[in-house]
């Protein structure tokens, strides 16, 4: 069974960090690039990154919004991806999302995902 458990959510004042984790398990589970993910309340699900699994040298990809403060990455020994979030603004609240896709290319939109997490909250207060 396919599985995406995130972890590291949490409160945290305006300009502070977290770090996100994201741990894959499963047979057989193929996933060339993961990606996060967030929802506010009363808002649509939007891309925040995304990085390559399956080929080194990849670039990673970000939303202009989180660019800059925003870092992730990846310890394939531990099937596991990061989200380092940093300078952190009241407009990042909101559950944050793992997800994984078998497209051999960065992927940026919902529907391109095959696996999801459960989600974990980030609520950043100001």
């Known amino acids: 069974q396919v599985q995406l458990v995130e972890s590291g959510g949490g409160l945290v004042q305006a300009g502070g960090s977290l770090r996100l984790s994201c741990a894959a398990s499963g047979r057989n589970f193929v996933r060339n690039v993961m990606g996060w993910f967030r929802q506010a309340p009363g808002k649509e699900r939007e891309f925040v990154a995304a990085?390559?699994?399956?080929?080194?040298?990849?670039?990673?990809y970000y939303a202009d919004s989180v660019k800059g403060r925003f870092t992730i990455s990846r310890d394939s020994a531990k099937k596991t991806v990061y989200l380092q979030m940093n300078s952190l603004k009241p407009e990042d609240t909101a559950v944050y999302y793992c997800?994984?896709?078998?497209?051999?290319?960065?992927?940026?939109?919902?529907?391109?995902?095959?696996?999801w997490g459960q989600g974990t909250q980030v609520t950043v207060s100001s």
């Open positions: 990085i390559p699994i399956t080929w080194s040298g990849g670039s990673t």
């Open positions: 997800a994984a896709t078998i497209l051999n290319r960065i992927a940026v939109r919902r529907d391109e995902y095959n696996y």
